[in-house]
């Protein structure tokens, strides 16, 4: 207690803190080693020049006492110096030191030791922390005998193992295997990205479908310890099974909800079900969908509601039951779970054009419950694309321009397409006419936002030149939506993979993305390294994420001198990584970006004549691109607005 | 890492701050109490803002806090938390604000002693409570040799066991406790139905035995392989204290271990096949216009006859809108609980083989709008004795020491749930 407060005393007095310097050193001579631990590891705590001149000293005898409890005491002091005066210890030779210890007999030790060289080689300025063969193997035969947290310090540090050889990689995957069975979900956990990690460098197929069997059990009961490491788990699991999807892919049934679950692992749990659907499962996770669609929370009846129309559109032969359900649902009249519905079957609509077109009136019936803007928007574009269907679109039309003023301007968007196809639809009708021209008089004349009126002058121009080629466009045939789009980046997900366990892998982003000084990772390229995740390897990210405020996101332009710089180790004798020069070093393939916009957005944007829209994507505006699910945003809407999602640096800076 | 340790009360209040690191400072406190504790809506027992990032656990009122500034291994710094509490309950029986505030000091030196820089050291209870107690000053009465056998301890390949224990009469206890979770659906399938396993060993054995475990096991990793017959239990996953001898579990599935002292967690388990429901619940339950629910719940009881289910609580949900409800129960006591709109059945023992029913009317009252009522499941607590639902049997435990003493082995089985055997209707 009495080091207690000097630690804090100290921090705060420096000067004060000479007096008791003399007897800290005559404790750092004590002969009860717990005492010579304590004192130095009280001094490490105290980073005031005075006392880190006091303590480089003694550190260097502790870290060759006798004792082991002294010296994994003193293994950490080194990290705690080196974040004081990274350049003291540097000179002091006490890196090296480290690294001595990293073979020294006791395990626990070893794993110090470990942990004090990954958080130096995690800093940007610090030295790089790499691994050979042997000492790789030196650390696994340590990690039997340390403790549980030395485990996961070693089997982390494992990550700085590049595998040479596929042999290599194959035998150590088969020496953490055990770990699997360990009873601390940390453990397990790490074991597992390791095990993902090494199966990047691994060709014996019948090895990897092995582990990946073995992997599957340990994740499941990692479901029955407390609800935060359930979460912790949950969040893992989904990335894991879109990379590996042998790992679970018989379990949906384990990851049904219990009624007095937290929230967050209810919303986690539905995800990785509609993930695992497919045809076999498709009438049970449907049955279990439905049975949520009735729960009492909000978020959490909405998601369910939406998991049920995108199960539709993802495995078609469960549609027809699926769009029942659907239609219970909007029978029960709860506003929101009319207005999920709604929302989703607009996108059933899109992927199966023709089919159930027969259940438009029942949605007409419920236009007064909805409210929202995307459900009102999604409502707005099934009237107008089927207003040849629709025998009193244009009285419907009528009602729902009659605040266009006030609407939001998603509704207002989806409100003009809308008006212009029921236009070209009934051309003679004469309050087709009335009203088109109506809603393109105050989309261009009443209203500021440029899209809008941009959109309004393009219809009346095409409509005024020539409406058969306008009607042509309007109506051209819809690119089929797919749930492709919903699956991550093959390249970025290895990436995510190497942060199972940490925050990244809950956010499913990458670290370097929002927190600052934080060291992203890449697989590394080595002959071991199988083809296709060569294919589709990431570069490491730019190492220094300049400040926040600075960042200007979005695909502008790159220098193209970092890429080559940060390619050009890795490429020394092999054939150069598929990286072209020109795509930008942070996204996690903004030309893949580009690609997909086409079919996200036109998947949800409800003009489908596109033009206007590719823009958007193009634009500065669109969201930071090295975020690898940023191009699904259209294709989830506001889903996504409650994953879980790190908050942005201003509202902490307010708070301060 | 880890870079700061915090508890708070419920109202917000800081009970124990230790910051690891120098790179926050202590205001970061006031900023999780905005977030979090006067946040009624909390979604997440994570939560990031900026690069900080505050991981929470609750337990009686109180949160654990950690705090970190870098991407953390999120499933370490929670099993931290939850070893924390393991901990805390160990030397002072109950973890809430009035023994955090009677133990500070303890509590103070034993954050600092798990916990080095952020990095989580040696947590063995066993070990820790060997140099951290709660008597005064320890160094000077703990003469230079023994701190340094307690050191080897805490650093050495055995840190959870002591060399030097004795006892007069060498006794191990094994407790094998299963919980079911159950989901069935209102048609009567069963969704789910899986045991959560867990074997408890309390070891009075003197010396550093050698303890060799057998269960009728049978690990099934490849589901579609091969079934042989026979009495065997298949297991899909098992996970084992530190203690044991992983390599030799993989090799030929001997689970042998030198147990730390005292009462521990040898394994847990979890089995999805055959599971024996021990309680069957049958329910009808009709809506009678908008005035009135009828209930009907049948509880059959599944297993043999020499045994009893005890202390078993029946949880029927009502309408949000029920003003009584009219009960008739055979044995037991049935209440309504207008606070969590639930009829409360306790039925202190059923024997084996038998049904009770109990039957009422809920009579509500007519409300304004007409929100339909989700009807939760019915959720069922029980306790069964010297029945195991996954069928395991511990078929041996050997134990070995130098000294050759004989020893008495006591096995106990248990069955219970409690809140997770939900029937839908």
Known sequence: MVYLFLIYYGRSKSEQINLVIPSFLQDCNDRNPLIRALAIRTMSYIPTPVVIDALTEQLRHCLKDRDPYVRKTAAICVAKLYTADPRKAEKGGFVEMLRDLLVDSNATVVSNAVAALSEIGDRQDGVIFKLNLTIANKLLSALGESSEWGQIYILDSLLRYVPERHKDAEIMAERVLIQLSHANSAVVLTAIKILLYLMNYMEDRKLMEHICKKMGPPLVTLLSSGPEVQYVALRNILLIIQRRPSVLKNDVKVFFCKYNDPIYVKLAKLEIMYRLARDENAREVLAELQEYASEVDVDFVRKAVRSIGRLAIKVSTAADSCIQALLDLIDTKVTYVVQEAVIVIKDVFRRFPGRYEGIIPKLCENLDLLDEPESKAAMVWIVGQFADKIDNADELMDDLTFNFLDEPVEVQLALLTASVKLFIYKAQSETAKALVHRVLKSATEDIDNPDLRDRGFMYWRLLAINPTVAGEIVLAEKPAITTDSDRMDRGALDQLLLHTGTLGSIYHKNPETFIRNAAGKALTDSPALNPLSRQVLVPIARPNLPPPAVRVPGPGPVEPSAQTALVEPVTTSKPSPPVLPGQPAEASGSGVDLIETASTNGGHDEDGDGEGDDDYATSPSAPITSDPYANLDSAFGAYMADEPKPHGNEQMNRLF | ?425
């Open chain 2, 1 to 425: 890492m880890i870079s700061a340790f915090f508890i708070f009360n419920q109202k917000g209040e800081v009970l124990i701050s230790r910051l690891y690191r120098t790179d926050l400072k202590r205001s970061i406190a006031d900023v999780f109490r905005i977030q979090v504790v006067s946040n009624s809506d909390v979604r997440s027992p994570i939560i990031t803002l900026g690069s900080t990032s505050f991981f929470h656990v609750r337990i009686n009122n109180l949160y654990i806090v950690c705090v970190t500034k870098c991407n953390a291994n999120a499933a370490l710094v929670f099993e931290y938390c939850y070893r924390f509490i393991s901990i805390a309950k160990s030397y002072f029986g109950k973890v809430d604000e009035e023994s955090v505030k009677n133990n500070f000091v303890l509590i103070y030196e034993l954050i600092d002693e798990i916990n080095d820089f952020g990095y989580p050291q040696n947590s063995e209870i066993d070990t820790l409570k060997s140099y951290i107690t709660t008597e005064s000053v320890m160094s000077t009465n703990i003469a230079p040799e023994e701190s340094s056998k307690i050191t080897t301890q805490a650093t050495g390949a055995t840190s959870w066991r002591r060399g030097d224990v004795k006892y007069k009469k060498n006794e191990a206890f094994v407790d094998v406790v299963e919980t079911v979770n159950l989901s069935m659906s209102a048609k009567g399938t069963v969704l789910r139905a899986d045991v959560d396993g867990h074997i408890l060993m309390r070891a009075y054995l003197s010396g550093t035995p050698e303890c060799k475990f057998g269960l009728n096991d049978k690990i099934v990793i490849d589901k579609s392989a091969d079934r042989g017959a026979g009495d065997a239990v298949e297991l899909d996953d098992c996970r084992f204290h530190q203690c044991v001898r992983l390599d030799e579990f993989d090799s030929d599935r001997t689970i042998s271990f030198v147990p730390p002292d005292g009462e521990f967690e040898l394994m847990k388990y979890r089995s999805t096949s055959n599971v024996k429901l021990p309680l069957r619940i049958i329910p009808t339950v009709n809506e009678i216009g908008t005035t009135q629910v009828s209930y009907i719940v049948t509880v059959k009881t599944n297993f043999s006859n020499k045994l009893s289910a005890t202390s078993v609580v029946v949880r029927i949900p009502t309408p949000l809108n029920t003003t009584t409800v009219d009960c008739k129960v055979p044995s037991g006591k049935a209440k309504y609980v207008p606070a969590e709109n639930v009829v409360v059945w306790k039925i202190p023992r059923i024997q084996g083989q038998q049904e009770v029913t109990f039957s009422g009317t809920a009579h509500l009252t007519s409300t304004t709008t007409k929100q339909v009522w989700a009807r939760p499941p019915i959720d069922v607590d029980f306790q069964v004795l010297m029945f195991t639902a996954s069928g395991l049997i511990v078929r041996f435990l050997k134990v070995f020491e130098k000294s050759g003493y004989n020893s008495i082995k006591w096995v106990r089985y248990l069955t219970k749930a409690s809140g997770t055997y939900q029937i839908r209707f």
